[in-house]
């Protein structure tokens, strides 16, 4: 886009922005250049399409370039739009949390499944709240628990449960720290899993604008799996279950983990891409 005086059609503001931001190695950059303009002219898809041919004002264009010049930088899309779906519900995002991926949907399956019937619930590690509040909302007669290090991240999953309409009990700590002498039903986290080595070889919009203390997972990437399953049976009733989101490759460790502390019906579950995503475990 130049300063020139020049028509800039939404058709034509489309075309140059998918050029650019493919250029600028962002997959998809056809469909994000739709986001970003839905986005600053205040319209859905549908209304873009029928409205290939209008114009964009100056203001409009402003608006449009700063929200292209942001993703160009590789600032995740979320980040810009300031929201992110997950499990049929709206989150807000911001870079004091991972931004809820649609591979977790399988952990709250998963958890669901096993455990229909959990009266309480909780939640390590809760980010934007995603997981805990996605419970709730699935589970609107269990008290949810859910833990956090960050008092940034606790202050956005608040207002997150609230634009949801459900009740969880937010605490501020690591991992087991603030339920001390409590037990659940029911026990999920997606912790950090990622190798302390790996990291700086991520996308950009991860390694750069993401937490990091919600990426690194320790030399192995299993730090934290190794305290939650064997603190788990400390804090799970009889009967409970405990399921956490792993990274690939990771099944077979976290599985022997499990039975190390003690769980029985181990299992596994694979996300929607066919990769191993879950372990379980109930504590007999």
């Not at 501020?172 to 029911?186: C, M, Q, T, Y």
């Amino acid at each position: 886009m130049t300063e020139k005086a020049e028509t800039w059609t939404t058709l034509k503001v489309l075309t140059w922005t998918k050029e650019y931001l493919s250029g600028k190695g962002v997959e998809n950059a056809r469909l994000e250049a739709e986001w970003l303009l839905c986005e600053a002219l205040s319209l859905d898809r549908v209304g873009l399409y029928l409205n290939f041919d209008k114009p964009l004002s100056d203001a409009e264009l402003a608006t449009f370039r700063q929200m292209v010049a942001r993703r160009a930088k590789r600032e995740p899309l979320q980040h810009i739009l300031g929201t992110q779906e997950f499990m049929g519900l709206e989150f807000r995002v911001s870079p004091a949390v991972l931004i809820p991926r649609h591979d977790t949907e399988t952990l709250l399956q998963e958890a669901l499944r096993v455990a229909s019937k959990a009266a309480t619930v909780l939640d390590i590690g809760t980010g934007s709240g995603c997981v805990a509040i996605a419970l709730a909302k699935s589970l609107p007669e269990a008290a949810v628990v859910s833990v956090d290090i960050s008092a940034a991240a606790l202050e956005l999953a608040s207002q997150n449960a609230a634009l949801n309409g459900v009740q969880v009990d937010f605490r501020h700590g690591s991992i087991f720290e603030p339920v001390a002498g409590e037990r659940f039903d029911l026990i999920v986290s997606n912790p950090p899993y990622i190798p302390t080595a790996d990291l700086a070889g991520l996308e950009p919009e991860v390694r750069d604008f993401e937490p990091r203390t919600a990426l690194d997972g320790g030399v192995d990437g299993l730090d934290f799996y190794r305290q939650i399953a064997s603190e788990a049976p400390q804090h799970l009733a009889a009967q409970g279950w405990l399921l956490v989101e792993i990274g690939i490759g990771q099944g077979a460790q976290v599985k022997e983990l499990f039975a190390s502390a003690g769980f029985s019906a181990i299992f596994t579950a694979n996300d929607p891409g066919g990769i191993e995503r879950v372990v379980g475990g109930q504590l007999i």
